[in-house]
């Protein structure tokens, strides 16, 4: 994708010039006056042009260059860039209770909540042996991130195991019979996660539907349907699909892309403060917001 871009870029007779600037350089990196923009490069010549689009993404997996040096230089030119932090990210447990259980995938609806703001997800679930993946942990995973610097408690994060309510599995447990809990679960769910929840909840695997006591039916309901997820860290930038936080939209103009504050600069994707669910949103995003933010450079003039 980028040697076709480039090439098309060549073909319409666009320069292309790489190491452009170092984000480390002192501010301004870049400056406006009325007769347009100045980009400042270490050891090299300034740039010029009537429109610059600033694209240079967010923090998340850094190995590929990104390193938040766009967010530097708008902040430097009075932009509000509100705290960012790395979403879609895989969380870790330290010590972790289900790290047997590391390769185990299911499906799941887990729920992730503290101080106001909660997600909820339904969808892949993988044990790892750092902690919890997949895309249903990843739709959640800002929470328990932002959690750990804006909140005064972690995020408390539950887990539907299966498609079955209190009520069904209420009626399940009650039915009785000699089938045991254990069989009856592995018709649920890996027999081995089985396993793991039947020793959380306190309950004999080998024990029969018809010899389940009342307490130990509501632990299995409770574990079954709302299981606490111990957790402990998530894996941060490295690992992240998308980086939270960013530009406050209410300065960019939805249209163009255009910032509010300043005439001729475009700021487009992870610089803003958005970002979607798992599955190809946050690449929509980009490419919706970059062809925008590129169309309007384009047709601006001072």
């Known amino acids: 994708m980028r040697d076709r871009v480039i090439a098309l870029a060549d073909r319409r007779g666009a320069t292309v010039v790489m190491n452009a600037w170092v984000t480390g350089l002192t501010p301004p990196n870049a400056e406006r006056s009325e007769t347009g923009w100045q980009i400042h490069r270490q050891g090299a010549a300034t740039l010029r042009a009537d429109a610059v689009v600033v694209a240079t993404g967010g923090l998340s997996v850094p190995q590929t260059g990104s390193d938040g040096g766009g967010l530097r230089i708008v902040e430097g030119l009075g932009h509000v860039v509100r705290p960012t932090y790395a979403a879609l990210t895989p969380l870790t447990a330290h010590q972790a209770p289900f790290a047997e259980l590391a390769g185990v995938s299911v499906p799941v609806t887990i729920t992730a909540r503290t101080n106001g703001i909660s997600a909820t997800a339904t969808g892949g679930f993988l044990f790892t042996h750092r902690g919890y993946s997949g895309p249903a942990v990843l739709d959640v995973s800002h929470v328990a991130v932002r959690s750990r ?10 887990v539907q195991w299966t498609r079955r ?6 009626s399940i447990f009650r039915a009785g019979g000699a089938r045991s809990v254990a069989r009856v679960l592995s018709h649920e769910m890996p027999q081995r996660l089985a396993e793991a929840l039947l020793d ?7 024990r029969t539907l018809a010899h389940l006591s009342r307490e130990e039916r509501h632990r299995l309901i409770e574990i079954l349907v709302r299981g606490d997820l111990p957790w402990t860290g998530d894996e941060g930038y490295k690992k992240a699909e998308v980086t939270g936080g960013g530009v406050r939209l209410s300065e ?3 249209k163009t892309m255009e910032s509010r504050k300043h005439k001729g600069l475009f700021l487009c994707g992870e610089m803003l403060d958005a970002f979607g669910p798992i599955g190809g949103h946050n690449f929509l995003w980009a490419w919706a917001t970059g062809r925008a933010a590129g169309l309007a450079a384009a047709a601006f003039t001072v």
């Open 200 to 206: 959380a909840a306190n309950v004999d695997p080998r």
């Open 252 to 254: 960019i103009d939805p």
């Open 149 to 158: 610097t804006e909140a005064t408690v972690p995020a408390r994060i539950n």
């Open 165 to 170: 309510d209190d009520r069904e599995w209420a």
